[in-house]
């Protein structure tokens, strides 16, 4: 049985992290809010760790099925994050690390990555390959309040900062 109670509370609801598609437990870590950020309400880090198997599977970070709110995606040379926002101006970001190019399509950037990743309509997942080694995964999440989907250049530097703080490359362990 799952414990709801332990889930990582956002704007957004309690996230959930699903194994092919079955919520599990997790634990979350609190980050540091990164410098020139200030406005950013919340940053954390789920991690989890699956030792391979030799079988397909999947490790999503989802938001709970929502009314109202608005996505969009951004992507650099390994990093995949996306974004949503509601009506109440909050903001929340999602980054991992990967490509979404296919196993045999690797970028230069990232050729030791031997999984794959995706956008899902609530979050993100990553996609094991039967050749995966890989065991540990990290999900980034920050939040931040004031952000106008409708009126985005009024609110640039609060989505600069969101997506800096939900960026895998500026975790520091």
Known sequence: MVNKKNRLQTPFGAVQVLIDGKEIDYS??????????????????????????????????????????????????????????????????????????GFDNRSAYNEAQDYDVDYLDRGLCYLILTETATQVYDFILAWIDGVDYDNYSSCRDRVDQLWRCSDPCFVVD
Request: aromatic share 10%; with cysteine; hydrophobic share 40%.
């Open 28 to 101: 979350y870590e609190r980050l540091a809010i990164l410098e020139n950020c200030s406005d950013v309400k919340g940053r954390y880090r789920i991690r989890i760790t699956l030792v391979p198997d030799g079988k397909a599977h999947t490790i999503a970070c989802v938001l709970p099925e929502m009314v109202a709110y608005k996505s969009a995606c951004s992507s650099d040379d390994a990093v995949q994050q996306i974004s949503f926002h509601n009506k109440e101006k909050w903001a929340l970001e999602m980054g991992i690390f990967g490509d979404v190019y």
